[in-house]
T-cell receptor, first 112, second 117 residues
Framework: GESVGLHLPTLSVQEGDNSIINCAYS??????FIWYKQESGKGPQFIID?????DKRQGQRVTVLLNKTVKHLSLQIAATQPGDSAVYFC???????????FGTGTRLQVTL | EAGVAQSPRYKIIEKRQSVAFWCNPI?????LYWYQQILGQGPKLLIQ????????DSQLPKDRFSAERLKGVDSTLKIQPAKLEDSAVYLC???????????????FGNGTRLTVT
């Protein structure tokens, strides 16, 4: 069935560097995408979302890029900090559906 | 604003026993979701409520799982009898709208970690 997946299960970056977390999706009808951050023992925390009619959206230290041609979504974190260490999930939703489909997650490890 | 509240935080039971989880969504959020998150995986939707009505329960194992949202606010999720494979974190989420929408995302609680032995 349609699914959302991630290329890398674990990403290790040095503090201060930029991080890029990638996500591939397979449902071309998806029109809404969202990134969540999940720290150990906590629920997923909203980071940023984007509609399918957008290519890019920026937040505080984070940028989401959407490439519909290749069905690819990425999350960029600028100046990565130790507090950014967590598992990051992308999720997609189609317009008429009422549920998000989550990928399996990428673990971001920030080294000092 | 207060977040989604869930209890208990942890629960350990033996297989074939029953267990119940409770969720209080963000005030004013009409839509409530229960997700199951197995270790190392993304959350999987079990059931979605719009006010006190069920919108989607297609992935709920109805032979053992049940959920209700009386009065359209708090919700409980029950498992009876539990199996070993039910060991997971059960997450409750809420949102303003019935469909996940730009700038109006799902907000999650911290979940209940269930261990079935």
């Amino acid at each position: 069935g349609e699914s959302v997946g991630l290329h890398l299960p674990t990403l290790s970056v040095q503090e201060g560097d930029n991080s890029i977390i990638n996500c591939a999706y397979s449902n071309s009808a998806s029109d809404y995408f969202i990134w969540y951050k999940q720290e150990s023992g906590k629920g997923p925390q909203f980071i940023i979302d984007i509609r399918s009619n957008m290519d890019k959206r920026q937040g505080q230290r984070v940028t989401v890029l959407l490439n519909k041609t290749v069905k690819h979504l990425s999350l960029q974190i600028a100046a990565t900090q130790p507090g950014d260490s967590a598992v990051y999930f992308c999720a997609e939703n189609t317009g008429t559906a009422s549920k998000l489909t989550f990928g399996t997650g990428t673990r971001l490890q920030v080294t000092l | 604003e207060a977040g989604v509240a869930q209890s208990p935080r942890y629960k350990i039971i033996e297989k074939r026993q029953s267990v119940a989880f409770w969720c209080n969504p963000i005030s004013g959020h009409a839509t409530l979701y229960w997700y199951q998150q197995i270790l190392g995986q993304g959350p999987k939707l079990l059931i979605q409520f719009q006010n006190n009505g069920v919108v989607d329960d297609s992935q709920l194992p109805k032979d053992r799982f049940s959920a209700e949202r009386l009065k359209g606010v708090d919700s409980t999720l029950k498992i009876q009898p539990a199996k070993l494979e039910d060991s997971a974190v059960y997450l409750c989420a809420s949102s303003l709208w019935s469909i996940p929408r730009y700038n109006s995302p799902l907000h999650f609680g911290n979940g209940t970690r269930l261990t079935v032995t």
